[in-house]
Structures are given as C-alpha cells and as structure tokens.
C-alpha cells in the first residue's frame, strides 16, 4: 500500500490550502481514509476522517473551517482546509484503513505551516 501526500505549505493566517493523498494498492473504495497532524512536541492527532460510505468525522478544533472528502474514481481523497490558523500548524499525515480510530497505513507527511 502506498499513500501519497501533496498539497502542503505556507499560507497566511485565514487563507486556505488543500491536501490531497493518493492511494494505491489498496482497495479504496471500501475503506475508511482519514487525515492526522502532529506539532513539534506534541502527539500525532485525528483531523478529520471518512468512511467508505461518506460519512465524516471531525476533530473539534476543525469543524467548520476543513471538510475531508473522496473520489472512488482517482483513489484520491482531499483535505480542504479554509480559515487556517497559526495552531493548525503540523506535519500532516494521511491514513487508510480506520475511520474512529487510524489504520495501519500512514503517508510519508506534509508540512503545513500558518504564519504571517
């Protein structure tokens, strides 16, 4: 299985960016996929995740401001992130295979950083 970031970057505070991770050797359309974070000194956390059927799960810090969806037709999935702020900092990693809690497979990262 390989998962394949890009998207990341520097944006202001308020600006937008969209992640996006390509999933190949496995079969996507019938698994959960989701989007993690981890700041300097602090343990890797869940952003957003989304299940075979669409349904959608998100931390509380981002509600709102990100929507994660799919497309079964690219083994693709997406992180729009909208409003961003200095703490939305972090290496952001994509998963797949877990939807409430994360599956066994991680991307390499994105480094996403929020500063003026």
């Known amino acids: 299985v390989q998962l394949v970031e890009s998207g990341g970057g520097l944006v202001q505070p308020g600006g937008s960016l969209r992640l996006s991770c390509a999933a190949s050797?496995?079969?996507?359309?019938?698994?959960?996929m989701g989007w993690y974070r981890q700041a300097p000194g602090k343990q890797r956390e869940l952003v957003a995740t989304i299940s075979s059927g669409g349904n959608t799960n998100y931390a509380d810090s981002v509600k709102g401001r990100f929507a994660i969806s799919r497309d079964n037709t690219k083994n693709t999935f997406y992180l729009q992130m909208n409003s961003l702020k200095p703490e939305d900092t972090a290496v952001y990693y994509c998963n797949a295979g877990g939807y409430f809690s994360p599956g066994v497979y991680w991307g390499q990262g994105t480094q996403v950083t929020v500063s003026s």
């Open positions: 050797g496995i079969t996507f359309s019938i698994n959960g």
